[in-house]
């Protein structure tokens, strides 16, 4: 992970899964939806695009709403922060997540959502050092990986090679508090039994352990700089 990426965002990181490169970066407004203004609790959402050569072919710009495949993952991304924000101190503002998408070789929802929660904290530690919050609200970490099922064993982080080949293709998301945002598998051929399914949701944990350490290191880099330049 490369923090501070973008100059101009409140919170920024590029993250790196093999080849994999996504941007994550925070822009904070002092509005909320409409439906929580005077209600003292603020919002955070997410916006994910892949960039036209991301992959081995253009893709078009997306322009206007979202296709059906971006909309379902920036609303996992934003459920996966939600899920560790405390919204209700975290006044009336806003804080959107841009997700971008600058080379895909798989899991790119998954490398976002991790990339993500670091942006996140960075944008809210700013704040808190500028005065306009009291203390990071965040609960807890929160990270994602893909599983997978090929030839019979399992595989984690799943390159787009092994995920286009993968008998089972699973996405997990978890908090560091043990507990799970989301679980999403899939039987591309044939179906897997209760068994397989633990050996992936263990194999989930080993990788999402490792990083919530990668997490935290970057954090403490980041803040470490601040306070010696503070």
């Known amino acids: 992970m490369e923090p501070g990426f973008q100059l101009h965002a409140e919170g920024s990181v590029l993250v790196s899964t093999g080849l994999t490169r996504v941007l994550c970066a925070v822009s904070v407004e ?12 603020g919002w955070v959402t997410a916006e994910y695009a892949m960039l036209p050569r991301s992959t081995n072919t253009r893709i078009s710009r ?9 909309q379902e993952i920036q609303r996992l991304i934003g459920r996966s922060l939600r899920s560790i924000v ?13 997700c971008d998408v ?20 960075l944008a809210m530690d700013q704040l808190v050092r500028d005065g ?21 064993d399992v595989r984690l982080d799943l390159c787009y090679e092994e995920d286009s080949a993968a008998d089972v293709d699973a996405n997990i998301v978890k ?20 068994q397989r399914l633990g050996e992936i949701l263990d194999a989930a944990d080993k990788g999402i352990d490792e990083l919530f350490t990668i997490q935290n290191a970057v954090i403490a880099q980041v803040v470490a700089e601040r306070d010696a330049a503070s």
């Open 30 to 41: 002092d509005r909320v939806p409409g439906w929580l203004r005077g209600s003292g609790a």
């Open 86 to 98: 405390d919204l209700d101190i975290l006044g009336e503002r806003a804080f959107t997540v841009d």
């Open 62 to 70: 997306e322009r206007g709403s979202a296709g059906g495949r971006s």
């Open 102 to 121: 600058l080379q895909a070789d798989g899991g790119t929802r998954t490398a976002s959502i991790t990339g993500a929660y670091v942006a996140l904290y």
């Open 132 to 152: 306009q919050m009291n203390s990071v609200p965040l609960k807890a970490n929160v990270a994602a990986t893909s599983v997978g099922l090929l030839d019979g």
């Open 175 to 194: 908090m560091s508090t043990g507990e799970y945002v989301e679980v999403q598998g899939t039987a591309e051929g044939q179906p897997f039994s209760r």
